[in-house]
C-alpha cells in the first residue's frame, strides 16, 4: 500500500501533541495564529508581559523553519538580531559549547522553542485552522477553527483582544478582510529596479542560479515539436521588471548525515521518475569543469556530522515554478503540493546517488550520506516544513520596498531591523531564444542593517484594528526578500508582542500604540523578563569612543554598518568606553571580523577601574563558521567596582598588518 508523507500535519484530529490545548478556555488577550519561530517568540512575550495567549497551530511542528532543517542561519548582519532572537542562538550556544551558534541541528532548535512554551505554559491547538473570522466594524472579536484536513469536525470559537497572524502564508489575512499581495510587484508600483521579472545572466550579477547558454530546452534537443523536458514552463518572457502572480520557488531544506551508525540510506522514493532530473544531466554536461558537490547544491555542515542543503545552481533543491498556487490553496491542495516536493527531493537525491548519468565524484559523495535516525523521528526522518520562502504580503500602513533596504529612505518608527542582501529564488524555467533560462534570481546587497517599519506590520486602520503581522508584513517582493529571515522574523514577533500587550494596557488600536514606548520597552526589557540589558558598545557610538592616532571608519561585512581600522604601518589606540558600568563581575568579548589582511596578532587592554591587564587575540585560533564574517571573542572576565570608569582599548603596539576594532560587550556574569 502507497506510503502518503504526513507532510506537515497528523490527519486525525483527536491526536493531540503535549503541547495542544486540552482546557475549556476560549477566550484570550493575545491570539496567535501559526507556531513559526515568529509565533513561538510572539507567545513567549506576551505571556511574560502578563497576557493570556493561546496558539493555534495547523500541524503538530513547532518553531517553523528554524526548527525545520534552516541551521545554517541567515544572519546578514548580527547587529540586526536583537533580544529574544539573539537570546535563541546563545541558548544554542550552551547546547554546543559556544557564546552564540549560528550553525545547529534540526532537534535542538525544536527542543528551544517547546522549552518557551513548556516554561510559560502557553496553551497550543494542534491540527486546526482558522475557517471563520468574527468582526465587529474594524475589530476581529473570535475566530472558528476546525479541524485542518478531513472532517472539519465540531466548530470551536476563540475570543481575543488582538490576534497575530504569524503564518508563512499570512492565512489569517483574507480571513480578517484586510489587503494583500501575492507575487510580484510591478517595478512603477514603487518605483523599484529589483521586482517583477527579473532575468539574470549566467555567473554575472544576481546568476549563479542560471543556465548556461545552450541547453536545449525540448525532450529532443533542437526540436521544438517534441515537446518541453519536465520542468520547463510555456511562459513566455515578459519586460523586465513587469508585474506578475509569481512567488519564489519553494523547497526544503536537507538534514543528511554521513555517520553510518546515525542514518538510514537514500532509497529509490515511491513515485520515482528519473526524466525530471534531464535538465540536470544537461546542466551537468554543459557544465564539464563543475564536478563538485557545492556546484549543485549549497552543502552546509552543521554540528554532529549533519547538514543543512539549500539549493544552487541552476538545477537543484527549489522545484522552479510549483509553489505559486501555495498561498490561496485549500489545505487539501496544499497537501499535494507537499508532496509533489517531496516526491521531487527525495528523488533528486536518489538520482544523484544511482544514476550514471551523474559524474562519479557527485554519486560517489551523495552516497557517503543518509537520513538521520535521531531527527523527525515522528515525520519519518524527513523535515515536515515545506520551505514557504514568499506568501500572501500584508498591504499596511506601510510598504517596505527597495528604497528602505538601500538605505535611500530611513524610517523612525523601527521595531527590527533587517540586512540580508535583496533575494528573490528563481520564480519560473521558461525558454528564451531556443534555451532554458531560469527567470526571478535577485541578489543585491552591499548595504548596512536598516530599519523596519512598525506601520509595515499593521493593516490599513479602516480595514482591521487588532491585527499584527509580523512574518507576511508589509512589503514590496524583493525588500520582503531581504527582510524575509527567520532571525528577522523573530524580532518581529518580539515586537508584535510588545505592541500588542500595550494596546490592550491603553484600550487602543494597533495602529494608535506608542511606537516610542515599544521600541523603549524593547530596547530596555530585551529578554522580557525585567533584567538589564547588556552593555555594547559599537565603533559608531561615537561618544563612548576615544581616538588616538591613525584609525579611520570603514564600511563591510561587519557588526553593524562600520568599524575601525589601522592599514598596516599605521599606530595609535582606540578605546571603547562605556556610559555606565553597574558594580558586577563581567566577561568582556570583542567583535572579531576575519577582512581580508586582518593581523595574525590583535592586542587589546582591559582596564576595570583600577587594574589593566593585556591580552592578544591569534588569528589562526579563531573559527568563523555560518553565513557571518565575525563573531563574538571571549577575551577575560574582570571585576568592576563602584564608581569607576572601565573601557577596552586596541592598541597597535607589538602587532603587524591591519587592526580592526569594531565592538565590544560587558556581559554580566550572573544573567
Request: proline share 5%; glycine share 10%; with cysteine.
Amino acid at each position: 500500500m502507497r506510503k502518503t508523507i504526513s507532510w506537515l500535519w497528523c490527519l486525525v484530529a483527536a491526536s493531540i501533541s503535549i503541547f495542544s490545548c486540552q482546557k475549556s478556555d476560549s477566550e484570550y488577550d493575545i491570539v496567535i495564529y501559526g507556531a513559526t519561530s515568529a509565533g513561538v517568540i510572539s507567545a513567549y512575550t506576551a505571556k511574560k508581559m502578563g497576557k493570556s495567549v493561546v496558539i493555534i497551530n495547523p500541524n503538530e511542528h513547532i518553531g517553523g523553519l528554524t526548527s525545520g532543517g534552516l541551521g545554517q542561519t541567515d544572519i546578514g548582519n548580527k547587529h540586526a538580531v536583537t533580544g529574544l532572537s539573539k537570546e535563541f542562538y546563545r541558548k544554542l550556544g550552551k547546547v554546543y559549547g559556544t557564546f552564540e551558534q549560528w550553525t545547529f541541528e534540526p532537534k535542538e532548535a525544536e527542543r528551544i522553542f517547546k522549552a518557551y512554551i513548556q516554561e510559560e505554559n502557553i496553551p497550543v491547538i494542534t491540527n486546526k485552522r482558522i475557517s471563520q473570522v468574527d468582526k465587529e466594524g474594524t475589530q476581529i472579536t473570535a475566530v472558528t477553527i476546525v479541524n485542518t484536513l478531513g472532517d472539519p469536525g465540531p466548530e470551536k470559537k476563540i475570543k481575543g483582544k488582538i490576534f497575530i497572524d504569524a503564518t508563512y502564508e499570512g492565512d489569517l489575512m483574507p480571513l480578517a478582510g484586510v489587503s494583500y499581495f501575492v507575487g510580484r510587484e510591478d517595478n512603477s508600483v514603487y518605483n523599484e529596479t529589483l521586482s517583477g521579472f527579473q532575468l539574470a545572466e549566467y555567473h554575472k550579477q544576481s546568476g549563479y542560479h542560471q543556465f548556461p547558454d545552450g541547453v536545449s530546452p525540448y525532450k529532443i534537443p533542437g526540436d521544438p515539436s517534441s515537446g518541453l523536458v519536465w520542468g520547463i514552463s510555456p511562459q513566455e518572457p515578459t519586460p523586465q521588471g513587469s508585474g506578475d502572480k509569481l512567488v519564489q520557488a519553494y523547497n526544503f531544506r536537507i538534514c543528511l548525515t554521513d555517520s553510518v551508525e546515525n542514518q538510514i540510506p537514500i532509497t529509490r522514493p515511491e513515485n520515482y521518475d528519473s526524466t525530471k532530473y534531464e535538465l540536470l544531466v544537461r546542466l551537468i554536461e554543459a557544465q564539464p569543469t563543475m564536478r563538485a558537490i557545492n556546484h549543485y547544491f549549497i552543502w552546509s555542515r552543521m554540528p554532529k556530522r549533519k547538514t543543512d542543503i539549500n539549493n544552487r545552481g541552476g538545477f537543484s533543491t527549489d522545484m522552479i515554478g510549483h509553489s505559486h498556487n501555495w498561498s490561496e490553496a485549500s489545505f487539501e491542495e496544499r497537501q499535494k503540493i507537499f508532496q509533489e516536493h517531496y516526491d521531487y527531493t527525495k528523488g533528486l537525491l536518489y538520482f544523484m546517488k544511482t544514476d550514471p548519468r551523474v559524474p562519479d565524484t557527485l554519486r560517489n559523495f551523495v552516497a557517503q550520506w543518509g537520513y538521520p535516525k535521531d531527527e523527525y523521528v515522528n515525520n519519518g526522518h524527513f523535515t515536515p516544513q515545506l520551505y514557504v520562502r514568499e506568501g500572501r504580503r500584508l498591504i499596511g500602513e506601510y510598504v517596505m520596498t527597495e528604497h528602505n533596504c538601500r538605505g535611500e529612505v530611513v524610517v523612525e518608527d523601527g521595531v527590527g531591523m533587517a540586512a540580508y542582501t535583496m533575494d528573490s529564488h528563481n520564480t519560473q524555467r521558461i525558454v528564451v531564444n531556443g534555451m532554458v533560462k531560469n527567470e526571478g534570481n535577485v541578489e543585491v546587497g552591499g548595504f548596512p542593517p536598516y530599519p523596519i517599519s512598525y506601520r509595515a506590520l499593521t493593516p490599513k486602520r479602516e480595514e482591521c484594528t487588532n491585527l499584527l503581522v509580523p512574518v507576511g508584513l508589509s512589503a514590496s517582493h524583493i525588500a520582503f526578500g531581504s527582510i524575509r529571515m527567520e532571525p528577522v522574523f523573530m524580532v518581529l514577533g518580539q515586537s508584535a508582542a510588545v505592541a500588542a500587550s500595550m494596546a490592550i494596557d491603553k484600550g487602543t488600536s494597533v495602529q494608535n500604540v506608542d511606537v516610542k514606548a515599544v521600541q523603549k520597552e524593547l530596547r530596555d526589557n530585551p529578554l522580557a523578563d525585567g533584567s538589564a540589558p547588556e552593555i555594547m558598545v559599537d565603533d559608531a557610538d561615537e561618544a563612548l569612543i576615544e581616538i588616538e592616532g591613525d584609525w579611520k571608519r570603514f564600511n563591510g561585512r561587519l557588526f553593524g554598518a562600520t568599524a575601525l581600522e589601522v592599514t598596516p604601518g599605521g599606530k595609535g589606540t582606540v578605546r571603547f568606553k562605556p556610559q555606565s558600568v553597574p558594580e558586577g563581575k563581567y566577561d568582556i568579548y570583542v567583535y572579531y571580523s576575519m577582512v581580508p589582511g586582518v593581523s595574525e596578532k590583535t592586542v587589546i587592554n582591559v582596564y576595570n577601574g583600577t587594574d589593566l591587564t593585556q591580552h592578544t587575540l591569534t588569528r589562526s585560533d579563531i573559527v568563523i563558521e555560518g553565513q557571518t564574517s565575525g563573531k563574538w571573542v571571549y577575551l577575560t572576565t574582570v571585576a568592576v567596582g563602584k564608581d569607576v570608569q572601565p573601557y577596552v582599548e586596541y592598541t597597535t603596539e607589538g602587532t603587524e598588518g591591519r587592526i580592526i576594532a569594531d565592538a565590544v560587550l560587558w556581559k554580566n556574569v550572573e544573567d
